[in-house]
């Protein structure tokens, strides 16, 4: 299987169900596997005492009012999950609570998604693994005896298990994306890795989807300027277009490769490529042929081939050859 492409709708909905369902119809045909969204429940997750990470409402005094201003219902959730399945989308969301997951459960989410702020939650960790689904990990704010924590802690359950690099920068700067990171997280933790990007370029994923990740998942708006938090470290939707067909690109060029071994398919390509030798001035039977007398024309087939003009260099010519005239075989001798 290739490359795992989610694209996280997140906040950009901005409370509104109709655009989240329009984000879901945008998607359908862009090449991504999954739509990914954040499951919020303000009483289970958070308090009026929680601060802005960025300050950038004009309507929520409060976090916390925020959150619950991103909330849906049940049915909506259903609503949501019916719309992509139609969609051919994989449904994907993030819980920040257990009351979420277990909303997610009646949904029916495909895997769960863990974001950077929750990995040193084992409360809710443990929660999602007894559901036995797939867990998708990000590592944006933790260091890697944390990462050890958390993985270790998963591992027993046995759910199936991909740890995402992730700089929680936003928009991630070229020099922060961290893309050998990957490599180190797989080899640390004999998982499938891949890349949690914020920079707002289609680049960082196509790079990591070359150096073999798995799963890449990218923030998504309808435009940069749009009202939120993570507007401008999203792509638009035209550009998840083109990092899907690039992404896929590069593993097409990146998979089987050229057979070298036989080069018999190129039969038709060496008779119009190849060379046969040629004299380059004109010259008097009796002449004893030098390299300096000897040029290699188009095409092959003409004469002796370019390639073996060691063995008439010292020759003497049977013949006159005007200038540029292919080299038979019969026109040389001892």
Same mark, same amino acid.
């Given at each position: 299987?290739?490359?795992?492409?989610?694209?996280?709708?997140?906040?950009?909905?901005?409370?509104?169900?109709?655009?989240?369902?329009?984000?879901?119809?945008?998607?359908?045909?862009?090449?991504?596997? %999954?739509?990914?969204?954040?499951?919020?429940?303000?009483?289970?997750? *958070? $308090?009026?005492?929680?601060?802005?990470?960025?300050?950038?409402?004009?309507?929520?005094?409060?976090?916390?009012?925020?959150?619950?201003?991103?909330?849906?219902? @049940?049915?909506?959730?259903?609503g949501i999950k019916t719309h992509c399945d139609k969609a051919g989308l994989d449904f994907i969301s993030s819980p920040f609570s257990n009351a979420a997951v277990d909303l997610l459960e009646e949904v029916? !989410?495909?895997?769960?998604?863990?974001? *950077?702020?929750?990995?040193?939650?084992?409360?809710?960790?443990?929660?999602?693994?007894?559901?036995?689904?797939?867990?998708? =990990?990000? *590592?944006?704010?933790?260091?890697?005896?944390? @990462?050890?924590?958390?993985?270790?802690?998963?591992?027993?359950?046995?759910? +199936? =298990?991909?740890?995402?690099? &992730?700089?929680? *920068?936003?928009?991630?700067?070229?020099?922060?994306?961290?893309?050998?990171?990957?490599?180190?997280?797989?080899?640390?933790?004999?998982?499938? !890795?891949? @890349?949690?990007?914020?920079?707002?370029?289609?680049?960082?994923?196509? %790079?990591?989807?070359?150096?073999?990740?798995?799963?890449?998942?990218? #923030?998504?708006?309808?435009? +940069?300027?749009?009202?939120?938090?993570?507007?401008?470290? $999203?792509? &638009?939707?035209?550009?998840?277009?083109?990092?899907?067909?690039?992404?896929?690109?590069?593993?097409?060029?990146?998979?089987?490769?050229?057979? +070298?071994?036989?080069?018999?398919?190129?039969?038709?390509?060496?008779?119009?490529?190849?060379?046969?030798?040629?004299?380059?001035?004109?010259?008097? %039977?009796?002449?004893?042929?030098?390299?300096?007398?000897?040029?290699? +024309?188009?095409?092959?087939? #003409?004469?002796?081939?370019?390639?073996?003009?060691?063995?008439?260099?010292?020759?003497? =010519?049977?013949?006159? =050859?005007?200038?540029?005239?292919?080299?038979?075989?019969?026109?040389? $001798?001892?």
């Amino acid at each position: 299987m290739g490359c795992y492409l989610i694209a996280e709708v997140g906040q950009a909905h901005d409370g509104s169900l109709g655009i989240a369902h329009s984000f879901i119809d945008a998607l359908v045909g862009s090449g991504v596997n %999954a739509i990914k969204f954040q499951t919020h429940i303000a009483e289970a997750e *958070s $308090s009026t005492h929680e601060p802005f990470r960025t300050r950038f409402s004009y309507e929520d005094d409060t976090r916390y009012d925020y959150w619950k201003r991103m909330e849906f219902t @049940l049915e909506q959730w259903r609503g949501i999950k019916t719309h992509c399945d139609k969609a051919g989308l994989d449904f994907i969301s993030s819980p920040f609570s257990n009351a979420a997951v277990d909303l997610l459960e009646e949904v029916g !989410v495909a895997k769960y998604k863990i974001g *950077s702020g929750e990995v040193s939650n084992f409360l809710m960790l443990e929660k999602i693994a007894r559901t036995g689904k797939e867990i998708i =990990l990000s *590592s944006g704010m933790s260091d890697l005896a944390e @990462l050890d924590s958390a993985v270790n802690f998963l591992r027993p359950f046995g759910n +199936k =298990l991909t740890v995402l690099q &992730c700089c929680t *920068s936003y928009p991630t700067k070229a020099e922060d994306v961290g893309l050998r990171v990957m490599d180190v997280l797989q080899k640390r933790y004999d998982v499938p !890795v891949g @890349l949690s990007d914020h920079s707002g370029v289609i680049y960082p994923c196509l %790079a990591a989807a070359a150096l073999g990740a798995s799963v890449l998942e990218f #923030h998504i708006t309808f435009d +940069k300027r749009m009202f939120g938090p993570d507007s401008t470290s $999203s792509l &638009c939707v035209d550009d998840v277009r083109r990092l899907a067909e690039g992404v896929r690109f590069i593993e097409a060029a990146m998979g089987q490769g050229t057979e +070298k071994a036989d080069s018999s398919k190129f039969e038709a390509l060496r008779k119009v490529f190849g060379k046969s030798l040629a004299v380059n001035q004109d010259m008097r %039977a009796g002449s004893i042929l030098s390299f300096d007398d000897l040029e290699a +024309k188009k095409p092959a087939g #003409h004469g002796i081939p370019a390639k073996e003009y060691q063995r008439v260099v010292g020759k003497r =010519l049977n013949r006159n =050859l005007d200038r540029w005239s292919f080299l038979q075989e019969g026109d040389v $001798s001892d």
